[in-house]
């Protein structure tokens, strides 16, 4: 039995049939481009309007927006490395690319709140004279861009912690931009500089916690760890359910990549009658594909 599954990815273990169909994330990749479009359209008349205008704040928001887009184009560049077929180096392929993605998006978004955090303290102490009505402008277009890119991102961002990574530098300039629009009608309305460095101190707080969590999940599949979505004493007690188990010795379940788990078990049966082996390692593959999402299994029997 083959079962369809993204990574679309089957192994059936000890009699040597595997299925492999390369068409990895094709829904992700397409989103991925499409935003990538968006922002670098938008970076590019932000560059001209500021030349044009002379407005530092248009050019200094199009620097911003370059590195989300590199950001982006990490995320995409990596689905399409991932999507080479595995060799007798890489044998689980090159799945991990988007994890290394992720982990890197994350690390980016941690030096982006740093920064943040340097420059609001600056303004603290030494407040800038800000133009309200330009602030608002650039603002209002990031915020336009920014909701329809998240929205493209979104659905696939569900299941794929890379694009989940390129999601939230989108989702954190989402709420950058609400933020200033915010402020830039504080400032209009009052004069009150020192709102801009409230909030974007603000900000940086939500987007070090999305960053902290990117980081430790792509760092515990690196780590091999077991996907926090399974349990494992629950795996051990469904197969120990199989009349023909007695005893689970070893079991160790991980990740791959989003989605993609892998177990491998050194199990003690009853009979190890080669004629039962085969059904009995079906059976066990079939039940922990439906109930865990494992995919990928390789299982030992022993008397």
Known sequence: ??????????????????????????????RLLLVIYITGITMLIEIVGGIISG?????????????????????FIAIILASKPADMHK??????????????????????????????????????????????????????????????????????????????????????????????????????????PILSALIAVVILIWAYKLARESIQILLEAAPSKIDVNEVKQNILKFQEVKEITDIHIWTITSNMYS?????????????????????IDEMLYNKFDIIHTSIQFSV
Request: net charge positive; proline share 1%.
């Open 263 to 283: 177990l491998m078990a050194h199990i003690r049966v009853v009979d190890d009658l080669i004629s039962k082996r085969k059904t009995l390692i079906d059976d």
């Open 91 to 196: 044998t689980f392929g090159y799945y991990r690319i988007e994890i290394l993605a992720a982990l890197f998006n994350s690390i980016m978004l941690l030096l982006v709140t740093v920064w943040i955090f340097y420059e609001a303290y600056k303004r603290v102490f030494n407040p800038m004279q800000i133009k309200g009505t330009e602030m608002l402008v650039v603002s209002i277009v990031g915020l336009i861009v920014n909701v329809v890119s998240a929205i493209i991102l979104l659905g696939a961002s569900k299941e794929d912690i890379n694009v989940r990574s390129a999601f939230l530098h989108m989702v954190g300039d989402t709420a950058s931009s609400i933020a200033v629009i915010l402020g830039a009608v504080i400032v209009l309305t009052t004069g009150w500089t020192l709102v801009d």
């Open 1 to 30: 039995m083959i079962h369809e599954h993204k990574p679309k990815i089957k192994h059936y273990n000890h009699n040597h049939t595997h299925h492999h169909t390369y068409s990895h994330r094709v829904k992700e990749k397409k």
């Open 55 to 75: 407005s530092l704040a248009l050019i200094s928001d199009a620097g911003h927006m370059f590195t989300h887009a590199f950001a982006l184009l990490v995320s």
